[in-house]
């Protein structure tokens, strides 16, 4: 990739050429800004909008993650995008299907941006996208329509790819990076999300058709956070600390706290202790 | 003369194995009309029936006038319960017409969308099908959890910020309540 198509605007048409999937993106709304392309592709859901719809924004006003924490969104740099993902499925596999979504999703971003950039990121259990120890990338999925027949599952990633280290603002300097920081080159936008687009739709599809355990194997040997000495930080909660030592069958992180006693944790903030 | 018969597990009035079904409330008023007609039709005592982990038994007094007493209970506790008074079973009733939300998933449950915002809705708030009522977050996934049904919220059953189980009751609606 040259470094002059790295700067191009984000377009559909450039992204369309190259798109290799069967579904995701083939609906595609490309925007200059938008408040968050989760909520827009959220209405989008509950406005049946088909499964692979893929919202994609040059910048947003009001990017959003956990628990409505900001997500530093400035325009033209960056990658922000949200694919609905709807799938028919029996009741008694929604579960395992939803925890499994948002990491399956950091696995797909992980393994895209090794592709197209040659670093080799990892993930910060559940779906933080790290280079070295820095976060590169978000995941914030937001499900609805468990009731029915057809559930959405919206996939939202934010990824710093050309921002330099010097723009982020002060607080987010140590600890947060950009692939083109880290490959001391820029990166084409549109490349790179067909690429992250192909890899999830892989992904996806050999999860729904049964082999979880593969998944499973993939995702652990990505996973920074196994084997690692972490702080969990729950909501209503106080902190523990312990070793990570796998991750459970439901996409649990499954740790061994100080005392010896173990807690699988479903939600919360996981904090590497270094 | 005193007559007794018992109906139980014939046909599609087979005992629920894990009694979890809710029946419907209109289900529920044609049953129970249907059983004190065929109580007066026979000049039975009492009639009691058992159908999808619910039993419902209607007992005629012992003067002229009948009056049914209707026991409805979930699961196979409490065979005896002939001493419950109408309104007791009325209120029984009326619980087993609620509608359960129940977490599809393990994880944490959350009130409202942000630690900050107002909670989705409250106690006593009446809520359309469709409508969120919660979030229940596991891995990230913010899983928007909605209301099956219009109606009222009658009570929520699991505290915000904290965790909850797959399939652990989190909101019982009235769906009989309207604005």
Redesign the interface.
């Known amino acids: 990739m040259s470094a002059s198509s790295a700067f191009h605007a984000l377009d559909a048409k450039a992204i369309q050429r190259a798109l290799t999937t069967t579904t995701l993106g083939r609906t595609l709304h490309v925007l200059d800004i938008t408040a968050s392309t989760n909520t827009l592709a959220v209405r989008m859901a509950q406005e049946d909008a088909p499964h692979g719809t893929v919202v994609v924004a040059e910048s947003q006003s009001a990017g959003r993650g ?4 900001h997500w530093y969104s400035p325009p033209g740099k960056n990658l922000y995008c949200s694919v609905l993902l709807r799938t028919p499925l029996p009741r008694e596999r ?2 395992r299907w ?6 399956i999703a950091a696995l797909a971003a992980a393994r895209a941006i090794s592709t197209v950039t040659g670093l080799s990121p990892s993930v910060k259990w ?2 933080d996208i790290l280079i070295g120890q820095r976060k590169v990338g978000g ?9 029915s027949a057809a559930p959405y ?1 919206v996939v939202g990633m934010g990824l710093n790819v050309n921002i330099q280290a010097g723009e982020f603002p002060e607080e987010l300097r140590e600890i947060a990076t950009s692939l083109s920081a880290e490959a001391q080159r820029p990166f084409n936008r549109a490349v790179l999300l067909a690429a992250i687009l192909s890899d999830l739709e892989a992904r996806c599809d050999a999860f729904l058709a049964g082999h979880e355990a593969d998944i499973h194997r993939e995702y652990v040997v990505r996973c920074a956070t196994v084997g690692r000495q972490v702080r969990v930080e ?3 909660a106080d902190p523990v600390t312990g070793r990570a030592t796998s991750i459970g069958a ?3 992180l499954k740790i061994v706290r100080d005392d010896g006693s173990h807690l699988d944790v ?3 903030d996981i904090i590497h202790v270094r | 003369m005193k007559k007794r018969a018992a109906t139980r597990g014939s046909g599609r009035k087979q005992a629920d194995p894990d009694g979890s079904t809710m029946p419907e409330n209109n289900h529920l008023d044609k049953e129970v009309h249907h059983l004190v007609e065929l109580l007066n039709q026979h000049e039975l005592t009492e009639l009691e029936v058992e159908h999808k982990g619910m039993r419902i038994r209607v007992r005629r007094g012992g003067g002229a006038d009948t009056i049914p007493t209707v026991v409805s209970e979930p699961g196979r506790a409490g065979l005896d319960r002939k001493g419950e008074s109408a309104e007791t079973a009325a209120q029984a009733l009326a619980a087993e017409a609620l509608a359960t939300v129940a977490s599809p998933i393990v994880g944490t449950f959350y009130r409202s969308p942000s630690p900050d915002a107002d909670p989705y809705v409250d106690e006593g708030d009446f809520v359309k099908k469709g409508q969120v009522l919660c979030i229940v977050e596991a891995m990230k996934l913010m899983n928007e959890i909605e209301s099956e049904v219009d109606g009222r919220v009658h009570k929520i059953l699991a505290e915000s910020a904290k965790p909850v189980e797959y399939g652990q009751p989190l909101f019982l609606i009235d769906p009989t309540a309207t604005p």
Do not use: F, I, K, M
């Open positions: 956990r628990l409505g924490r929604l579960a939803l925890s499994w979504t948002p990491l559940p779906n995941v914030l999925c937001e499900s609805g329509d468990l009731g599952v729950r909501a209503g439901d996409g649990s479903h939600a919360g």
